[in-house]
């Protein structure tokens, strides 16, 4: 199988890989771990639906490979900022491209004598091959520009092994450790729980879903044990690595056992509060209402007005409605809202314990002053 070419590599003047990664991701080991069974896995095209590539892989174009259409996707309806994709792409559109006969000299200077400079032309050249082949993956969620790095590091260790006698380009040779050093990274990243970490693993990954296919076109039922039996692993390991990938999927409304009516989705829990939380909720309101019409029965005809219908309130009356029916400015009706406010606090803070735990704090009213309201039910 062959797969399109994408580059690993950059000149001693500047960085080889992308720039400002997106996040941090799990550390992996400096050497492949059995980096030839995933190779062999994916010439036998033995990937998850999850992880396959979203179009089948074609033979590797020579370098003039095309990278417009992957900045066109990029572009299309998004805002004209600063992207690093972009720039690396750019930046990878400089290296030259490389003739068969350039690319032969260059690969024989450096497999027979070491030559730095020669191994250099022959990475940058590649680096559209770790583009191209990273792209075919992002649909798993990861970031595109931690798959190009990791791809450039497959791109660096085929330079190593690389033999310019065997009649192979680069590029073509190249894509089989691009895609395996980009699927190890997947395997390690792609779930919040790592998986492929061991060799069984690693073997259930890549051949799971086909041994499932296979017994399925048979007329058996592909269960766990017969499914563990065919592979040579444990049936715990096949029932792990099976709810990872997530392709088991279960109706809701399934009953859980043949003799039962209760299903699956009986026993999910309720996306609402709970009982005993609406319950204290409740109570919490209420007791809120009453400390509320306690602070107001203490107030003075004005003060009691300006709390209900300016603080309380929603929506609130104006300062300017509040001027106007007592006669004074807005900045008076403002000032005496502010110290109706602050002696609320202090009295609630006094009368209800943990009122601060409860988020109610800042009041209603203070929303004005960038503060927040509280639910509804909380006050009237």
Known sequence: M????????????????????????????????DIDLEISALEAENLPPELAPESAPEPVPEPAADLDLVEQERAEGEV?????????????????????????????????????????????????????????YRQTGMPILDLIQEGNVGLLQSLKKFDPHRGIRLNTYASWWIRAYILRYILANWRLVR????????????NLRKEQRRLEAQGF????????????????DVIEMDARLGSWEVPIDQP??????????????????????????????????????EFAGALSERDRVILMERIVADPPKTLQEVG?????????????????????????????????????????????????????????
């Open 2 to 33: 062959a797969a399109k070419a994408v580059p690993v590599s950059f000149p001693p003047s500047r960085p080889p890989f992308p720039a400002e990664p997106t996040r941090e991701v799990l550390s992996l080991p400096e050497e492949p771990i």
């Open 80 to 136: 004209a900022v600063y992207d690093p994709l972009v720039h690396y792409l750019a930046e990878v559109r400089r290296a030259p491209h490389l003739t068969r006969e350039e690319e032969h000299r260059l690969a024989v200077l450096y497999r027979e004598h070491e030559d730095r400079e020669a191994g250099a032309r022959l990475i940058l050249a590649s680096l559209r091959v770790s583009v191209i082949i990273a792209m075919e």
């Open 195 to 206: 998986i492929g970490t061991t060799q069984a693993q690693r073997k259930l990954f890549y």
């Open 324 to 380: 106007s029916r007592f006669k004074i400015s807005r900045e008076r009706a403002r000032q005496l809202e502010a110290r109706i406010l602050r002696n609320l606090r202090a009295f609630l803070r006094t009368s209800i314990p943990d009122l601060d735990s409860m988020g109610i704090l800042p009041l209603p009213g203070d929303k004005r002053r960038g503060g927040r309201r509280p639910p509804p039910n909380q006050a009237s």
């Open 221 to 236: 039922e592909a269960g766990p044990k017969l499914l563990a039996e065919k592979l040579d692993v444990r049936e715990k």
């Open 256 to 293: 859980i056992r043949a003799d039962s009516d209760t299903s699956l989705g009986d026993l999910l829990p309720s996306p609402g509060d709970g009982a005993d939380e609406t319950l204290a909720k409740r109570q919490f309101a209420d007791l809120f209402r009453r400390k509320l019409a």
